[in-house]
């Protein structure tokens, strides 16, 4: 059994304190953001996580990638659609995961054990279509969410030959509502995967009961849902556990709704129930969402706590 993060963590964004550091400010090329994803990194491996992520400290899940993708802006803190959808202007995480995966190396001592390393994670184009405004060139949702998908087809695969992570993940939370079709959302997932060569991830947030044995149908290696916020899933997936019998299982134990550390009792006893369903080589243990709100300190005591739990069943 393994442990990751489903993505962002509290952000501290120090402003430059050593005369390096302020020279490169001077000349508009100091990055506050670079020792809040070593601070993030940190944290995580301290707590115990196996599968890191760079903490997605930059920005929103939409933005943070659609900032570089032609044919959207960025008006008023929203995404726009506003002509047709093309591949992004640059990398848009690479050098993040890259220095996050250098933090890893130096924490471990030069090499990173096996069954430990970092993570991709690319906000998902029916997410991000669905979460935008169409002001113009697309007459439907559904034509800009293949187009999307192809423009962050350049992501993953620039992730996978440069980063070389444990797998990518790909967050899909609209999946659950019931305002995606599900066809286009499949074959929008089915482009990010195609000649993949590492494992792919969807992470899916919600109540699963209506979209379950959709989203059990899509083209990724594990599927990733929240358990400890969200009581009816862990039904779901009891009961429908036969059609995801082929894939791992990212199982959110601990609850990242509410700013507090869960209590251990609640999470060993919904970890073992998961054993049960699923078995604990198809598991990989994460908190139901990412943890930004979360005041750094809660955050870090939710990942020890999951990770206290992971070592005693691995």
């Known amino acids: 059994m393994k442990s990751t993060v489903v993505g962002s963590f509290p952000v501290e ?9 302020k020279l490169l400010n001077a000349f508009g090329a100091y990055d506050p953001f670079k020792e809040a994803i070593k601070s ?22 939409v933005s943070i990638f659609t900032e570089y993708i032609p044919g959207m802006k960025i008006v008023d803190g929203n995404t726009e ?20 995966k250098k933090v890893m190396k130096d924490y471990f001592n030069g090499s990173i054990p096996e069954g430990k390393g970092v993570k991709g994670i690319i906000t998902g ?6 979460s ?24 993953v695969d620039a992730i996978a030959k440069k980063v070389e992570p ?55 290696d594990i599927l990733d849902f929240e358990f400890a916020g969200n009581n009816v899933n862990l039904d779901v997936l009891e009961k429908n556990a036969n059609l995801v019998s082929d894939k791992k299982i990212g199982f959110g134990c601990v609850d990242s709704s509410v700013n507090t550390v869960d209590d251990i009792a609640d999470v060993d006893e919904l970890v073992l129930k998961a054993i049960e369903i699923v078995g604990k080589d198809n598991l990989i243990l994460d ?28």
């Open 13 to 21: 964004v120090k402003q430059p304190s050593s005369t390096k550091d």
């Open 132 to 155: 935008s405004r169409i002001s113009s060139f697309y007459k439907n949702k559904e034509d800009a969410i293949i187009d999307l998908a192809h423009s962050l087809k350049f992501e």
């Open 287 to 314: 908190p139901d969402c990412g943890l930004r709100r979360a005041p750094k300190d809660v955050a870090f005591e939710k990942l020890r706590l999951m990770n206290e739990i992971k070592d005693k069943y691995s």
């Open 166 to 220: 444990v797998y990518i993940q790909i967050d899909e939370p609209f999946l659950s509502t019931g305002m995606v079709d599900m066809k286009t959302a499949r074959e929008a997932i089915g482009i990010l995967h195609d000649g993949l060569e590492i494992p792919l991830a969807m992470h899916v947030c919600g109540i699963l009961k209506d979209a379950f044995k959709d989203i059990s149908n899509f083209n990724v």
């Open 125 to 130: 184009p029916n997410t991000i279509v669905h």
């Open 81 to 100: 659609i506003i002509s047709k959808i093309r591949n992004p202007t640059q990398e848009i995480s690479v050098k993040d995961l890259q220095y996050a």
């Open 40 to 61: 993030s990194v940190i944290s995580q491996l301290d707590a115990g996580v196996d599968i890191i992520s760079d903490g997605q400290v930059r920005g929103d899940m």
